[in-house]
């Protein structure tokens, strides 16, 4: 009995273990390029860009991508873990692991799993204790917000920082060729007497 | 029944190609009334104060039975497809045909359940179309230059080649000499004033009644009036595009004499029941009722989706869904259940067939404005969306829409699963999110469903990222490129340069993220252990809802 559903929870499974989940990723980052970013390593069968509805603010995008095989997903998951993986700019690493049951949203109900629930009057016992469960349930997304916004302003501050040192270092690369292209260290290497060209 | 209208048949157009049994017709007469093909028609639609417009596409006779169908394309009314106009602003009088190829496009109806003609008149700049003159525009009931896809709900003002297998050219307005045509039988049954002959009276009366009382408070004086005037039918008929109660008025002039109105009406109205509808209360009504509530909620869940006329089988058992349906709201014992559960599993089926155009998010965004959107938290994060949707059918006995939401941003698993849920109606989503909150839905492992409203986050396209760090000078030159070109975007990067550098100071607060995260849910999942453990719960008083999956998943399997 119920064969039909474990086919198409086994067949589901499957998806899942051919499946990577990858985040960080940039806004910008669409299916078509994430899917040209990991062609090259196996053949992407399908992508799905998973839509933020619920968490505000910015936070980077992440997709479920699909394999042609298992290995392959392995594959993707290892390499992106051991070196630092770009798409569509840089120097933010992308970030891979293997997807889970949980990350589809259409995936299909377990077999023979079984639901129960039940109506809690005010008068039961149990309410107090479920009050508490649920105040915890809100405290906890509270808590989970503030943390998102906390990991947001972390990444920002990185990103800040980098940028700083990208510009430092990108003037002072624009001083030595400026300095190199227009003479003057010629000009200075010959006032002191010093062999400038490397050969 | 004594006077059942008369009903015959005009001249024959041929036998069905691939069905003998069926033999087409150019034209019928029924109570007095000639329709042809390809005339503007109104159904009478029960319970609904406006009549549903189509044009006739196909006269026909099933032979062996004698069963009379029309095959109608429909128009819309602004008010059926409102979710869709955007910013469109439909005129007073406008209608919208329907193309693509969906559901809601056409329908094949008992020829006995036409009510009356209805001026439609295209006023499309198409050069397909012959242009209407002024006067036959102020005498039209009804206006129509736009179409309304069913398939991705467009409003477009341009007219495809063909809409329901059927040239256009049908849709646009007659050439002059196909007018000239059906007039002169308008004439011979109606003698006392057509509009041909008096142009003048006619247009006074015709622009006067629609134009000025679509639904005036007392119509139905001025209608016994009009009638025992004898007016010309076109002025009654036009009433009866207003409203369903004088809709039957429209065999007036015919059968009614002067006799008065009021009981004409529930004759003919009795009657109509009757002859229409052996099967249903009404044939119209059913199918596109279907996809009028459609668009107004989206993703409402109707069963009996099949649509494809002929198969009462399907009508039927549409209805005694829909009848379950109610009598189930009601009935809480295990055994009704049961048998509605397997009306669960329709929705499904319906989505897959052709509910799979409205994507998901603009769904959501639809019912964010209506309000009924609901988030469902705390659920165990396993759950699959449609056991959220069984869960909510057991608990408030409402059909609903849900998805669970994908996890995102974290790379830790939630301890929280979270749904959203489209309701039916506003008031099933209050009702629900207040049922909610007075007492508990608790899971077997402890968890109490918690429900309430959210917004979706509202996405503003963000173009920069933290982390990807582009120098200004080659700025825009860069973002054209990575657009032209995926492949250059992406790449490993190499332990000798800054940029790998930078990656590794990514890569740590990557990790140190992690960490965080796992440090928070460890201490959350540690505060619920210890407050479920203080809950008693009694077994016994949990009911499983399982017993009844498991029929549907049997018919949903494949």
Same mark, same amino acid.
């Given at each position: 009995m *119920?064969?039909?559903?474990?086919?198409?929870?086994?067949?589901?499974?499957?998806?899942v273990r051919r499946t990577v989940y990858v985040d960080n990723l940039s806004p910008l980052v669409t299916e078509a390029v994430l899917r040209t970013a990991l062609d090259q390593f196996g053949t992407v069968k399908s992508v799905q860009v998973i839509p933020n509805y619920i968490v505000p603010g910015n936070i980077p995008r992440c997709a479920l991508v699909?394999?042609?095989?298992?290995?392959?997903?392995?594959?993707?998951?290892?390499?992106?873990?051991?070196? %630092?993986?770009?798409?569509? *700019?840089?120097?933010?690493?992308?970030?891979?692991? %293997?997807?889970?049951?949980?990350?589809?949203?259409?995936?299909?109900?377990? %077999?023979?799993?079984?639901?129960?629930c039940r109506w809690l009057e005010p008068s039961d016992p149990d309410f107090e204790v479920a009050k508490r469960l649920k105040h915890l349930c809100r405290e906890h997304s509270r808590e989970t917000e503030f943390l998102i916004k906390r990991q947001l302003q972390e990444e920002e501050k990185l990103a800040k920082k980098q940028a700083d040192e990208l510009k430092t270092h990108y003037k002072k690369h624009e001083l030595i060729e400026g300095v190199m292209s227009d003479g003057t260290a010629q000009r200075l290497g010959r006032r002191y007497n010093l062999r400038l060209d490397d050969r | 029944m004594d006077d059942e209208p008369e009903f015959k048949w005009g001249r024959r157009r041929g036998v069905g190609e691939r069905y003998e049994d069926i033999q087409y017709y150019e034209s019928f007469t029924y109570g007095g009334i000639e329709y042809s093909l390809y005339d503007s028609v109104c159904f009478y639609c029960a319970g609904s104060p406006e009549t549903y417009i189509g044009k006739l596409v196909k006269l026909y006779e099933i032979t062996p039975t004698h069963e009379k169908k029309v095959r109608v394309v429909w128009f819309f009314r602004p008010t059926e497809i409102r979710n869709h106009l955007g910013d469109v602003e439909p005129h007073w009088n406008e209608l919208l045909l329907a193309s693509g190829q969906g559901n809601g496009l056409s329908n094949i109806n008992y020829a006995e359940a036409v009510i009356a003609k209805c001026n439609v008149i295209c006023t499309s700049k198409d050069r397909r179309n012959p242009q209407a003159s002024e006067e036959e525009l102020r005498r039209a009931h009804y206006v129509f230059h736009r179409t309304f896809n069913v398939d991705n709900n467009e409003i477009s003002d341009k007219f495809p080649e063909e809409i329901g297998g059927i040239k256009v050219e049908f849709f646009f307005n007659k050439k002059k000499y196909q007018q000239n045509q059906s007039q002169p039988s308008l004439k011979a049954k109606q003698p006392s004033q057509p509009f041909t002959e008096s142009p003048r009276s006619d247009l006074s009366k015709g622009v006067d009644s629609p134009a000025k009382y679509p639904k005036p408070p007392g119509r139905n004086d001025s209608l016994v009036k009009e009638s025992e005037r004898g007016t010309s039918k076109a002025t009654v008929v036009e009433r009866g595009c207003g409203s369903s109660d004088t809709a039957n008025l429209k065999r007036l002039p015919v059968e009614g004499g002067n006799k008065p109105g009021i009981h004409v009406k529930d004759k003919s109205r009795v009657r109509t029941s009757e002859m229409i509808s052996p099967q249903n209360t009404s044939d119209t009504r059913p199918y596109k009722k279907k996809m009028t509530v459609l668009n107004i909620k989206g993703p409402t869940i109707h069963k009996g989706g099949p649509n494809k006329g002929e198969d009462f089988g399907v009508k039927a058992t549409s209805k005694t869904f829909e009848k379950a349906g109610t009598q189930l709201a009601h009935d809480k014992s295990a055994k009704t259940n049961n048998q509605v559960l397997e009306v669960t599993k329709r929705p499904d089926a319906d989505r897959r067939n052709w509910f799979k155009q409205l994507p998901w998010e603009e769904k959501l965004q639809k019912a964010q404005e209506a309000e009924t959107l609901v988030l469902l938290e705390n659920l165990d994060p396993s759950f699959s969306s449609v056991e959220v949707e069984e869960l909510i059918w057991h608990a408030f006995h409402e059909k609903v829409e849900a998805r669970m939401t994908q996890f995102i941003s974290t790379f830790s698993k939630p301890l929280y699963g979270k749904a959203f849920v489209i309701f039916k109606s506003k008031a099933a989503a209050q009702s629900a999110v207040c049922?909610?909150?007075?007492?508990?839905?608790?899971?077997?492992?402890?968890?109490?469903?918690?429900?309430?409203?959210?917004?979706?986050?509202?996405?503003?396209?963000?173009?920069?990222?933290?982390?990807?760090?582009? #120098?200004?000078?080659?700025?825009?030159?860069?973002?054209?490129?990575?657009?032209?070109?995926?492949?250059?975007?992406?790449?490993?990067?190499?332990?000798?340069?800054?940029?790998?550098?930078?990656?590794?100071?990514?890569?740590?607060?990557?990790?140190?993220?992690?960490? $965080? $995260?796992?440090?928070?849910?460890?201490?959350?999942?540690?505060?619920?252990?210890?407050?479920?453990?203080? #809950?008693?719960?009694?077994?016994?008083?949990?009911?499983?809802?399982?017993?009844?999956?498991?029929?549907?998943?049997?018919?949903?399997?494949l």
């Open positions: *119920g064969t039909p559903t474990k086919e198409e929870y086994a067949a589901f499974e499957e998806r699909e394999m042609e095989n298992s290995k392959e997903a392995k594959a993707v998951v290892s390499e992106i873990t051991q070196l %630092p993986f770009m798409i569509s *700019g840089m120097p933010r690493p992308v970030r891979a692991r %293997p997807a889970e049951v949980e990350m589809f949203d259409d995936r299909p109900r377990k %077999p023979d799993r079984k639901i129960l | 049922e909610l909150n007075s007492k508990y839905l608790v899971l077997d492992d402890g968890r109490p469903v918690v429900g309430r409203y959210r917004n979706l986050r509202v996405s503003d396209k963000a173009t920069s990222f933290p982390g990807h760090l582009v #120098l200004d000078r080659f700025r825009l030159q860069k973002q054209r490129e990575e657009m032209r070109n995926a492949v250059s975007t992406a790449h490993c990067s190499q332990s000798n340069t800054v940029e790998f550098e930078m990656a590794m100071e990514w890569r740590i607060l990557q990790e140190k993220s992690n960490l $965080w $995260w796992k440090d928070l849910y460890e201490n959350h999942s540690k505060s619920i252990t210890e407050a479920r453990s203080r #809950l008693k719960l009694n077994r016994g008083n949990f009911v499983a809802f399982y017993c009844y999956f498991r029929v549907e998943s049997h018919e949903g399997g």
